[in-house]
């Protein structure tokens, strides 16, 4: 009898990774094919919708050549979000996909937030999440103002799994939750799609997570596989590391940082993402800018991988100067476009190892702040936190991050937990009669527990409370330029 297996796949902002597991969640295979962005102007952040589908087709032909996947009974994809891509009635793309880290919509962002108030924006949303640059409706508003041709001809608006789901299956589809600060828990909100023209009609429909969108077509890899809706990055990450309960809480480490708590209360709190529930599950999320892209910024200064920079910060014995890793600009909880990053208090006894190892703490440190404001925000001080994605792969970072948070991390044994979390949902798809959390459950694995050494509370206390410091005396200097 065949293995029964599944397939999950996330299209991350720097690669597409996908893994191939049993119906135990055994880790049967891994793929990995990385993704150039392009940044032809300041402010500008694109990618290639064609270099997604030949990760996707990648994965699933390497799957198949190594494997019997007869018994393969579902695929999942999840993806990056507020990167959009804007295709014609054919499916074919009709700009470069603009991915989150793009800036270019600030100035409709700021129109469209002039429109709105906190007040509506907690009555439909539960909280007062900002319209910024990335936003689908400054996305929207930018392309109808600079290319209105294009925009004339545009028949959708996706999301990166969403775009690969059409390539697969010929379906247009998304789920609630990924169409972030779009819908309230009936659906897309009218009133703010009204903002911009013909946005109710190009955005697409809505399923669940688990809803089979289509079978791929044939002649591709796999043909005939059901290929679920799928979700965003934040929540595949999130299943992937076992956060699924009241109380639980993430940390997503990849490009940027994904803070997060799963909790039924709700109270207001700037600077937070809260999502529709979902099968009961209410997540409170605080994304970062800039995470393991810190590291492999200062990696390629240094002509390192971002592996060996880890370790070179491990063996800092010198002064150890601050980091503020808004290379680009800051998201959750500061939601700060203009801020930008910087070494402070540099001396003579500082060299690379400990310049890595600010990075380390700067990242660190930037999700302190986005914990502080999830922990408000879902009333919820949680005891443990589950933590996966390719920057938890460092020992010492994790144990830098315990330090600075003062929790213990518990670390998700499959490095591409996004990519495990939609697998886990493909697997859902076939088996609804159990519960997502037992599914989750049955699945996810971990590998280490990091406990937080109390004895360097009080130094990075201190810290932090410089961390802070430093972005605030900066701020009004930053925002000049």
């Not at 907690?122 to 900002?130: H, N, Y």
């Not at 990335?134 to 969403?162: E, G, I």
């Not at 059901?226 to 999130?238: K, L, Q």
């Not at 207001?268 to 209410?282: D, K, Q, R, S």
Request: aromatic share 8%; with cysteine.
């Amino acid at each position: 009898m065949a293995k029964i297996t599944l397939i999950g796949i996330d299209v991350g902002t720097t690669a597409t990774k996908a893994v191939l597991i049993d119906e135990q969640g055994a880790r049967l295979a891994g793929f990995a094919l990385p993704h150039p962005t392009q940044r032809p102007q300041a402010g500008h952040a694109e990618q290639n919708p064609d270099d997604w589908m030949r990760g996707v087709l990648g994965a699933l032909q390497t799957f198949a050549a190594s494997h019997d996947l007869s018994g393969l009974q579902a695929i999942g994809i999840c993806s990056q979000v507020n990167t959009h891509v804007f295709v014609d009635a054919a499916g074919a793309p009709l700009l470069p996909a603009i991915i989150w880290q793009d800036s270019r919509s600030a100035p409709d962002a700021a129109a469209l937030e002039a429109q709105t108030n906190a007040a509506q924006k907690t009555a439909w949303f539960g909280a007062p999440i900002p319209i910024d640059a990335s936003h689908a409706m400054s996305r929207m508003a930018y392309v109808r103002r600079v290319h209105p041709d294009l925009y004339a001809r545009t028949a959708h608006v996706l999301l990166p799994k969403d775009y690969c789901v059409l390539q697969l299956t010929g379906a247009v589809v998304s789920d609630p939750i990924s169409a972030v600060g779009l819908v309230d828990a009936t659906g897309y909100v009218a009133d703010l799609l009204a903002l911009v023209s013909r946005a109710a009609d190009v955005l697409p429909p809505l399923a669940s997570f688990t809803t089979v969108a289509g079978r791929i077509k044939p002649g591709l890899p796999c043909a005939g596989t059901p290929v679920v809706v799928g979700a965003m990055d934040a929540w595949g990450g999130m299943f992937g590391v076992g956060v699924v309960a009241n109380g639980d809480a993430m940390y997503q480490s990849g490009t940027s940082e994904i803070a997060g708590i799963v909790s039924s209360t709700i109270v207001p709190t700037p600077g937070v993402i809260l999502f529709p529930a979902y099968e009961g599950i209410t997540m409170h999320a605080a994304p970062t800018q800039t995470g393991g892209a810190a590291l492999g910024w200062f990696a390629q200064v240094l002509g390192r991988t971002p592996g060996e920079t880890a370790a070179l910060a491990s063996t800092a014995q010198g002064s150890v100067p601050f980091f503020l890793p808004h290379l680009q600009g800051e998201r959750a909880p500061l939601w700060d476009s203009a801020s930008r990053g910087v070494f402070a208090r540099l001396d003579p006894s500082a060299g690379a190892a400990e310049m890595a190892l600010a990075v380390l703490e700067g990242v660190a440190f930037s999700v302190r702040l986005a914990f502080d404001a999830l922990r408000a925000s879902a009333s919820v001080n949680p005891a443990i936190i589950n933590i996966g994605g390719g920057g938890a792969t460092s020992d010492f970072w994790c144990q830098v991050r315990a330090d600075i948070l003062g929790k213990p991390l518990r670390r998700c044994a499959a490095p591409e937990s996004a990519a495990l979390g939609a697998a886990i949902l493909a697997g859902q798809s076939q088996d609804a009669a159990s519960p997502l959390a037992d599914v989750v459950r049955r699945l996810v694995r971990f590998d280490r527990e990091f406990e937080p050494d109390t004895s360097k509370s009080s130094s990075y206390q201190d810290r932090f409370g410089k961390y802070v410091e430093l972005y605030e005396s900066l701020r009004a200097f930053n925002a000049g330029f």
